[in-house]
Nanobody, 115 residues
């Protein structure tokens, strides 16, 4: 059974930092895609950052230069280092992983940035 577990969310003041982690269990093969999404209250879920097994990294324009995605393939883990956080970064952050033509989501972790 595949399970993604996120951690690292919390409450932080504007300008602060947080590091999110997401660990996948139940995968017996290399994970092609690891990504982070977020959903603010009253808004649709949106992509934040992605990391592929080929080494490609992609970021939403709103987080470029502030967020960094990284992955530990041996541990089936993806990280999101978030610096210089802004109130508009507030939301529930979800990790997504894809392999063998299947897509899996974590339960989400709350990030709240106060002004």
């Amino acid at each position: 059974q595949v399970q993604l577990v996120e951690s690292g969310g919390g409450l932080v003041q504007a300008g602060g930092s947080l590091r999110l982690s997401c660990v996948a269990s139940g995968s017996d093969t290399r994970i092609n895609y690891m990504g982070w999404y977020r959903q603010a209250p009253g808004r649709q879920r949106e992509p934040v950052a992605a990391a592929t097994s080929s080494g490609r990294r992609e970021y939403a324009d709103s987080v470029k230069g502030r967020f960094t995605i990284s992955r530990d393939n041996a541990m089936n883990t993806v990280f999101l280092q978030m610096n210089n956080l802004k109130p508009e970064d507030t939301g529930v952050y979800y990790c997504n992983m894809q392999w063998n033509w299947s897509s899996y989501w974590g339960q989400g972790t709350q990030v709240t940035v106060s002004s």
